[in-house]
């Protein structure tokens, strides 16, 4: 992004200012990425639980249309 500014003569702290722009948005998505990971571990590590929700709500539909 640096580069980018100093193609089209932007000032040496616009420039920079571009180029934190770039390690703000590498940052950003590690975090997501790392967010996404964690939300994913979350639901593996709780499947059971949910499978047994799901589970109840099925029998509990089937029980009052029986």
């Known amino acids: 992004m640096r580069k980018i500014g100093e193609f089209f003569s932007y ?4 420039s920079e200012i571009l ?3 770039a390690v703000k948005r590498g940052r950003l998505a590690h975090r997501y990425l790392n967010l996404r990971w ?3 571990s979350f639901f593996t590590e ?7 929700l799901a589970n109840s709500i099925y029998e509990y ?3 009052k249309q029986g």
Not at 11 to 14: C, N, R, V, Y
Not at 46 to 52: A, T
């Open 11 to 14: 000032g040496e702290e616009d």
């Open 38 to 40: 964690q939300v994913a």
């Open 61 to 63: 539909e089937e029980a």
């Open 46 to 52: 709780n499947r059971d639980i949910l499978r047994n």
């Open 19 to 21: 180029a934190k722009f």
